[in-house]
């Protein structure tokens, strides 16, 4: 079941909105208007479901991680939501296939994206490879040099990934450089925004599109256990996965949901949440990190895919209503969970999702009362990280 939507459109709360310039406001209105007639039109969801099954490879399969459960679930089961073996890699594929397929729709046969980890840029050039559609990725230059086989893989595709220089040229500064380049083409493209944050409509658009992840999860875990998990659990940057699999479960009250983001290292973090204040970044207000004069903060994070100093407005409100509860791993907690499942499970989790592994591992050697199953979006795989992995220290058998 999906959350219930805003009593005033694009509006979570106080959050969200449209902060913009005037000449953006007919580009979000129009695809305000595409989008509901499309998601209304059981021709474009029924195009939509074929290729999610057919070219993404949907439904992921739910996988219970015994010995990672033993070792470091405190003995509580723990249930692994596979997105990782979505095509691509990651579940970024599940939006960008959505919009694309939007986009020829609409007449745009231009596509512009954003990326950080790059699983985004990967899953856009694919969508686009395959429906004809040209496509330009913008990307930090420090993501590009720490994300290269992505980098490649995009440009395989067919994208042409443009490197942006300003800034700490992470994935903030790759949005700003992708919505400037939307303002400027907008009657011929259309922006591909990769998670849910950004002007109305696009933290609905995404949320829906992801939203295939908890549909499926529920009837899953109903089919393997015949009840629902009691903790659902996800990374959170600017929030896609976490409210693609938060939304199968929003309306049951017994299942507690944990969004964990990026507590980072000395260099910083990326913790909006927990650590940040309402603001406007991107044309929405939400969380993010700011200083005292209300300039937005650097952001820090091993995982590139979490390294963003905002969050999606609809977070914000599961927050300050307290329906969902969100915490932070450092750096440190993230790799060892990384290792931890590699070598209990034979699975290679992206650094992002290592970081709700880590959640998991930390809260039942702290509490090993939590009671009841756990399930963690995997939202993605780990082969993009590898170049910047040592083996953990210690070795053994985790």
């Keep these: 079941m999906r959350a219930p939507d805003p009593a005033v459109p694009g509006r979570f709360g106080p959050y969200g909105g449209r902060y913009v310039p ?15 007639a499309a998601w209304g039109d059981p021709g474009f969801r029924a195009e939509l479901d074929a290729l999610r099954r057919d070219y993404g490879g ?11 459960g033993a070792a470091h679930g405190g003995g509580a089961e723990v249930w692994l939501k596979r997105e990782d073996l979505n095509h691509t890699g990651a579940h970024k594929i599940n939006n960008s296939l959505g919009q694309a397929l939007l986009a020829r729709r609409m007449g745009k ?16 050039a694919a969508a686009c490879a395959l429906l004809g559609l040209e496509c330009v990725v913008h990307m930090g230059e420090v993501d590009m040099a720490r994300q290269a086989p992505n980098v490649a893989r995009m440009r395989l595709l067919g994208a042409r990934v443009v490197a942006a220089g300003s800034g700490s040229r992470t994935l903030k500064d790759a949005t700003g450089e992708a919505i400037r380049d939307w303002v400027a083409n907008v009657a011929t493209t259309h922006y591909i925004l990769g998670s849910t944050v950004g002007p109305h409509p696009y933290p609905t658009i995404v949320r829906e599109l992801q939203a295939v992840i908890g549909d499926e999860a529920r009837a899953q875990f109903l089919a393997a256990t015949g009840r629902l998990p009691a903790t659902v659990v996800a990374c959170v940057g600017g929030g896609s996965n976490a409210l693609g699999i938060f939304s199968g479960f929003i309306a049951d009250a017994g299942v507690a949901l944990v969004g964990v983001e990026a507590g980072g290292s000395s260099a910083g973090h990326s913790a909006a949440l927990g650590r940040g204040t309402p603001g406007v970044l991107h044309g929405a207000y939400s969380y993010l990190l700011q200083d005292g004069d209300g300039q937005v903060a650097e952001a820090h994070s091993v995982a590139a895919g979490l390294d963003y100093p905002g969050v999606g407005p609809e977070h914000g409100h ?8 969100y915490d932070s791993v450092d750096d440190r907690e993230a790799l060892a969970a990384f290792h931890a499942l590699c070598r209990l499970e034979g699975i290679i989790p992206a650094l992002e999702s290592s970081h709700a592994l880590a959640w998991v591992a930390r809260r039942q050697s702290q509490a090993p009362a939590l009671a009841g199953p756990i399930l963690v979006n995997l939202s993605g795989r780990g082969d993009k990280d590898l170049a910047d992995l040592a083996p953990e220290s210690g070795g053994g058998g985790a």
């Excluded at 599961?318 to 509860?325: E, H, Q, S, Y």
């Design 109 to 124: 046969r231009r596509v512009v994206a954003e990326t950080g980890a790059g699983q985004h840029g990967v899953a856009t």
């Design 58 to 68: 949907r439904p992921t399969p739910l996988f219970r991680a015994r010995r990672f």
């Design 318 to 325: 599961l927050k300050d209503t307290g329906r969902a509860v």
């Design 22 to 36: 005037e000449t953006l406001m007919p580009g979000l209105i129009e695809l305000e208007s595409a989008f509901a």
